[in-house]
T-cell receptor, first 114, second 110 residues
């Protein structure tokens, strides 16, 4: 058990809808990362937060947004969903958000857009 | 050309065999990570390297910065080692982003 909690584990929705994925980092970790894993693109970095502020942004679509709350949990909001958004979404956390730190991953949210 | 190339894509081994998975990259990096993903999806970070060699149990990871190459070795492989092994790069000083290889699927047969 990594100590990183993601909910829900599975999500099935329709095109055009909006969903929210939730991540609680390990106790004491200040940084949260979001990744998308699809069959054709593999794993891709989406966005990183550190102590409530956005620190780095990767290949995140404009339809997607994220935030980190004062209690350090994070939410990834996906809107106007398309079939191609179907993927496994991972959250990871680290203590200080530095590039050389080990990451701890959640078990992922499997999103299916029908 | 992808920034990160892993080989082989698929690997089947008999239990007890010594296994090597390779990762080559084309950009300067600040660190390289080896990740393990079991069927069912969960990802575990195995190693983070910026130079030299690290060992944990039966797993050994090495990196050659000059040659832009890293290897993950598994000694005395076991069926529970069956998983996808992913190489990921922090490219450039201060980069918080990871760039991922496509993974090597390892199957260890009893």
């Amino acid at each position: 058990d990594s100590g990183v909690t993601q909910t829900p584990k599975h999500l099935i929705t329709a095109t055009g809808q909006r969903v929210t994925l939730r991540c609680s980092p390990r106790s004491g970790d200040l940084s949260v990362y979001w990744y998308q894993q699809s069959l054709d693109q593999g794993l891709q970095f989406l966005i990183q937060y550190y102590n409530g502020e956005e620190r780095a942004k990767g290949n995140i679509l404009e339809r997607f947004s994220a935030q980190q709350f004062p209690d350090l949990h994070s939410e990834l909001n996906l809107s106007s969903l398309e079939l191609g958004d179907s993927a496994l979404y991972f959250c990871a956390s680290s203590q200080s958000g530095l590039p050389y730190e080990k990451l701890f991953f959640g078990s992922g949210t499997q999103l299916s857009v029908l | 050309k992808n920034e990160v190339e892993q080989s082989p894509q698929n690997l089947t081994a008999q239990e007890g065999e010594f296994i090597t998975i390779n990762c080559s990259y084309s950009v300067g990096i600040s660190a390289l990570h080896w990740l393990q993903q079991h069927p069912g999806g969960g990802i575990v970070s195995l190693f983070m390297l910026s130079s030299g060699k690290k060992k944990h149990g039966r797993l050994i990871a090495t990196i050659n910065i000059q040659e832009k190459h890293s290897s993950l070795h598994i000694t005395a492989s076991h069926p529970r080692d069956s998983a996808v092994y992913i190489c990921a790069l922090n490219s450039g000083a201060g980069s918080y982003q990871l760039t991922f290889g496509k993974g090597t699927k390892l199957s260890v047969i009893p």
